[in-house]
């Protein structure tokens, strides 16, 4: 014998999509105009997830994905097999940790002495020089850096500029491009000065946002310039810094590709190959393993979501707001 129908959780789930209907209807135009971004959301970035079974089959291009033979995790053992990969974790790891870091404080500092300059003109200037690297594409902008960094050809090539001014106090030209000890570095800053303009655009709109009166305030009391810097402006923007970093945490296995792929060559793949283009050559630069480059891509992408929950979760037990 079966129950009758609870009548009042029917009623209310008929109020409740009365409700919805009714807010739809009210605010119809405001979804109409995110209509069109929501689309493109789910076919661009959700659709093609079905691509992640991927990493669980032996993928045959005459069967195509779904129709491929399952193979459970063994494409995974293969990647912690695979002295490579471990090898580009490491760089991809080094790498992310000192952009994070000197990335973070050197556009921090850049922001702070952008927001002190009283010459409009000056700091018009350096505003514009910090932010142009930015609009270039990294081809172009790894372009440049070979070129400045440039070695003495047979040919009777002076060099780039670095190696030109290194010449001109006597010493000997250092061919950068080729030096494993050195790629590292040489990442870190051409990503330092192409994206820093960006970073301090975000802090000092946050500090466009900090009440003038504190600074009267404190002023009145006979705080100097540093003193405000450092108990008012840092502490205001310290939500913005917070959020910046947990959103670049959350790359923090995977390097940039565009950058890497345009700096790099075989002389230095033992300290600049990174898991991107490890992936990237194991698949559509060469190499057929995509089954492989899916299973360490899904691997990232759980890492990286773990880091944002973890980092998120801290910050939020020193009353720092997240990203959620």
Partial sequence: MHNPPDASGVRSQRTWLQKLLA???????????VLPGFVFMIVFNYGPMYGIQLA????????????????????FREMIADANFWR??????????????????????????????????????VQTAAYLPY???????????????EYPSSSGSSGGVINQVITFFGGEPINFLTRPDLFRAIVVISNI???????TIVYLASMSTINPALYEAAKMD??????????????????TIVI?????????????FDQIYNLYNN????TGDVLSTYIYRISLGGGTSFELSTAINLVLQVLGLIVVLITNKFVSKLDIMGIF
């Avoid at 807010?23 to 105009?33: A, G, I, T």
């Avoid at 003193?227 to 939500?239: D, E, F």
């Fill in 56 to 75: 669980f089959k032996d993928y045959h291009a005459n069967l195509g994905i779904w129709g491929s033979p399952w193979v459970g995790l063994e494409h």
């Fill in 267 to 270: 002389y230095v793949l033992s």
């Fill in 222 to 239: 006979g705080s100097n310039r540093l003193q405000m810097m450092l108990h008012i402006t840092i502490p205001a923007i310290l939500p």
């Fill in 244 to 256: 910046l970093l947990i959103l670049d945490l959350s790359s923090l296995f995977s390097a940039n």
């Fill in 88 to 125: 580009a974790a490491k760089n991809t790891l080094i790498i992310n940790g000192y952009n994070i870091v000197f990335k973070t404080t050197f556009t921090i500092f850049l922001a702070l002495m952008l927001n002190e300059l009283r010459l409009k003109k000056v700091k018009s200037c």
């Fill in 193 to 199: 000065i192409k994206n820093a303009g960006y970073g």
């Fill in 23 to 33: 807010f739809l209807k009210r605010y119809w135009f405001l979804y109409l105009l």
């Fill in 135 to 149: 609009f270039l594409s990294w081809v172009i902008f790894a372009g440049l850096v070979q070129v400045f960094l």
